[in-house]
């Protein structure tokens, strides 16, 4: 049954016009912004941070370059020794190295032409490098291999040695070299090894040594806390602002459903929710219709059961009545009238049933079968033959006009419900007509519509009647009609499955030119199918 109210919600402005048009849904985008955001900070926190890392380990082999061109530079003048074949004088070389070197911030050292170490600032301050030994393994730890995964161990000596070998030897074939490694005790370090160069001949190399990379990563850590602090923070809002946006509606939607599941409501009733221009609000607004309809629904079924028992008790009590009586009167005209009267009502009890099955069926059958292309011409000549091949003398006659177009008049439909319409009508009309005069049904085509009319010679209906001759049950009759012969039930169903096929179903009354009504017209419009 369709609902009365209106539910059309106001056009939201264009901004928001806008933002529907953006892919994907309101809520889902939100979610996804919401999540990207956290990630976003830490993505540019990290970001951010290694452009600074990078800066100063850059910043730092440029100062340890310098100073190493400048150690080169000196050692190459004043430690020099030898002509035409220059070499390096080592011990000279040394005592520049100690006093140019600067051992508290970095290490140097100085190797010859063959690549042999010649002297070292950790000489010169005793400097003893140690590191400490690795945990001892537990066989019974599961746990050690994340350890070791997450503190790796450091490289052997034998392997930092041959990274340093390598750097000499790239710098002993007049190569600059610069970069990070690791040290012996396993730290980064900053190496630079700059060639001590005489004219063309490579007298020895210098290689200076920064330890502070792990303090600068340590520092780059520590500045990274403030963006994970902030990501944490944007996440949990995001999580509240989502339990608040999403999880509590939702909550109290499926209460609500609760609540009318319980019948303890008739129907949701968020109008806070219904209000949001989100999935939630269409959610909302969405279940406020169905239960609406479904309430609806079933204050129509309640009706429905109603006026069927009251339809049923009618002829009933008159079918009782005329059984009591019946074995107080003998044979005569008197017998005879009360056996009439109970063909009557069992044939009214049959028609009422029939109706009321129909009727009841009539969702089903609607919703069971898809619409499918209709030759409503044909169809309705079909019927209207099997009326004509089994009428008798005394009968209405039913007459078929068929359109001026010789084309197929084609509907979309389902030609079940649709051949229970004509028949409805056709029906009803004979009802009401008198002895000898005849029906007549009309075809014809009108602007992209297919029109039927069934005019009758009956009396008529009167005019505050026209729309109430469509509601269930209405059997109110012209003096001298059959009573009986109609369950009220024909015209509804037939309205009822022309709003289903998109139609309508209107009555009128026929006019004489001096305005006295001289028959009933009722007039079916259906959509004719394109193509």
């Known amino acids: 049954m369709a609902s009365a109210t209106d539910t059309a ?77 220059p070499q390096m ?18 290490r140097a050292r100085l190797f010859d032409a063959r690549g042999r170490l010649v002297a070292d600032s950790d000489w010169i301050t005793d400097e003893v490098e140690s590191r400490s030994l690795p945990p001892a ?30 750097e ?3 710098a002993l074939g007049g190569e600059r070299h610069a970069g990070m490694r690791r040290g012996e005790n396993g730290a980064r370090v900053v190496s630079v090894s700059i060639p001590i160069q ?14 502070d990379v792990d303090a600068i990563i340590a520092r780059e850590r520590a ?50 929710l219904a209000r949001r221009d989100d999935e939630v609000g269409d959610l909302t607004r969405s279940l406020e219709d169905m239960t609406q309809a479904l309430s609806e629904r079933m204050g129509a079924i309640e009706s429905f059961a109603a006026d069927v028992a009251h339809e049923i008790r009618n002829p009933l009590t008159s ?9 107080l009167v003998g044979d005569g005209p008197s017998r005879e009238r009360l056996l009439g009267i109970l063909k009557n009502d069992v044939q009214r009890l049959d028609r009422l049933v029939t109706d009321i099955s129909n009727a009841s069926r009539l969702d089903a059958e609607l919703s069971r079968d898809a619409p499918k292309r209709v030759d409503f011409g044909r169809l309705i000549g079909d019927i209207l033959g099997l009326y004509q091949a089994t009428a008798k003398l005394a009968d209405v006659g039913v007459v078929f006009s068929p359109p001026d177009d010789p084309g197929v008049v084609v509907v979309l439909g389902r030609e079940g419900p649709l051949s229970q319409i004509v028949r409805n009508l056709v029906d009803n009309a004979r009802s009401f007509s008198p002895p000898g005069s005849a029906v007549t049904v009309s075809l014809e085509r009108a602007r992209g519509e297919v029109v039927l009319s069934v005019v009758d010679e009956g009396p ?26 109609n369950s009220g039930l024909g015209l509804s169903i037939a309205r009822q499955i022309a709003e289903a096929h998109g139609g309508r179903l209107t009555a009128a009354n026929r006019l004489d030119p001096d305005g006295r009504i001289i028959g009933a017209i009722f007039t079916l419009v259906l959509p004719e199918a394109v193509g």
């Open 9 to 85: 919600s106001p056009e939201p402005p264009a901004r928001r016009s806008r933002l529907r048009n953006l892919p994907g849904s309101r809520l889902g985008r939100l979610i996804l912004a919401l999540n990207l955001l956290g990630l976003a900070i830490l993505i540019s926190g990290a970001l951010v941070l290694n452009e600074l890392r990078r800066g100063l380990v850059n910043a730092r082999i440029d100062s340890l370059t310098t100073q190493g061109e400048l150690i080169a530079s000196i050692l190459n003048q004043a430690a020099t020794v030898g002509e035409p074949e």
């Open 89 to 106: 004088d080592a011990a000279l070389a040394t005592e520049l190295l100690q006093t140019l070197s600067n051992p508290k911030a970095q």
């Open 137 to 166: 393994k537990d066989r019974d730890n599961p746990r050690m291999g994340l350890d070791r995964l997450f503190n790796p161990t450091p490289p052997s000596v034998a392997e930092v040695r041959r990274e340093l070998a390598l």
């Open 168 to 170: 000499v030897t790239t």
């Open 198 to 211: 005489h004219v063309r001949a490579v007298l020895g190399v210098v290689t200076l040594e920064a330890s």
């Open 223 to 272: 500045a990274l806390i403030p963006f994970i602090l902030i990501a944490i923070l944007v996440t949990l809002a995001s999580s509240l602002l989502l339990n608040s946006l999403v999880a509590q509606p939702v909550l109290r939607l499926a209460r609500a459903a609760d609540r009318v599941r319980q019948n303890r409501a008739g129907e949701i009733s968020l109008p806070d």
């Open 319 to 327: 079918l009782r009545s005329a059984v009591e009586t019946l074995d």
């Open 460 to 485: 008529g209906i009167p005019q505050e009647n026209l729309e109430t001759v469509f509601e269930r049950f209405y059997t109110s009759r012209p003096r001298g009609a059959a009573f009986g012969g």
